[in-house]
């Protein structure tokens, strides 16, 4: 297998809801939403990278929780995994690559135009949300 860079993704979670945050660059991906997150640092593990990454962009402290099964191909040599992360504390802000955020429950999934490889990681996170919400964790 060829040399793969892992991008991270985080499904925030706080309160029976998901962070969407709307790219604004580069171009061809500004204006639509996806899960913060970003490369993975050599030395970092992904959750290392993801807690950082989480600050950077958002300025918040997060906790990784379960990574989502599965990973999502961006463009050749990068790959996409997603973990769960709970918000530990701060107020998320569009700091870098973002101009807007936005918390969704569960029946807001398609309320805003996700990134194609960032659907599979929503719906999962999504599934979860609902289930745990249903039962009232």
């Known amino acids: ?3 793969v860079r892992v991008v991270v993704g985080g499904a925030v979670l706080d ?3 998901l962070l969407a945050a709307r790219r604004s660059a580069p171009a061809a991906l500004a204006g639509r939403w996806e899960l913060p997150g970003g490369k993975v640092e050599p030395g970092e593990t992904p959750e290392e990278a993801l807690t950082r990454e989480l600050c950077e962009e958002l300025g918040i402290e ?4 379960e990574r989502i099964p599965g990973e999502w191909a961006l463009r050749p ?9 709970r ?11 973002h101009d807007a955020l936005r918390w969704l429950a569960p029946d807001q999934e398609h309320e805003v135009d996700w990134l194609d490889q960032d ?3 929503v719906a ?3 599934r979860r949300l609902g289930s745990s919400y249903a039962a009232g964790a």
Do not use: F, I
């Open 62 to 65: 997060a906790e990784p929780l």
């Open 124 to 126: 999962e996170a999504m």
């Open 119 to 121: 659907r599979p990681a």
């Open 87 to 97: 918000l530990v504390s701060g107020q998320p802000r569009p700091l870098q690559d």
């Open 15 to 17: 309160g029976g809801r």
């Open 1 to 3: 297998m060829t040399d």
């Open 77 to 85: 040599g990068l790959v996409l995994r997603v973990w769960t992360a």
